[in-house]
């Protein structure tokens, strides 16, 4: 697939659909994440430009969603990493135990 950033793994490794699947809603649940992010960016500032006590007071609640939303977002990174770490090790297991035909050495004359 042209575009495919998992096409190139694990030297030809074999991409489950179901990873694919997990690794693909994860990265929509990060960007998702990520747009919220910078709407309560967004208002933070008008917020702080305004001056207005009621917008000031609203921004605390505002930068504590932004400071939980960052930290899914650590979380769900965190998770792809853990995952696609077991699969790239699955992935070498299974081409370190598969023949080494083809990988003939060449020794010098």
């Keep these: 697939m042209e575009g495919d950033p998992f096409s190139g793994l694990g030297n030809g490794a074999q991409i489950d659909g179901r990873v694919l699947q997990t ?3 994860s ?3 990060v ?6 992010n910078r709407l309560l960016i967004n208002e933070i500032n008008q917020n702080h430009e305004s001056k207005i006590p009621d917008n000031l007071s609203r921004n605390v609640g505002l930068i504590r969603e932004l400071n939980n939303n960052i930290k899914r977002v650590v979380d769900l990174y ?3 990493s853990g995952n696609f770490s ?19 050495r060449i020794r010098p004359a």
């Excluded at 960007?31 to 919220?36: A, E, P, V, Y």
């Excluded at 077991?86 to 003939?104: C, F, L, P, V, Y």
Aim: charged letters at 25%.
């Design 78 to 80: 965190a998770d792809l």
């Design 31 to 36: 960007q998702n994440i990520l747009d919220q």
């Design 86 to 104: 077991k699969i790239m090790d699955a992935s070498s297991e299974d081409n370190s135990s598969g023949s080494r035909t083809g990988h003939k």
């Design 27 to 29: 990265f929509v649940q």
């Design 23 to 25: 690794f693909q809603t």
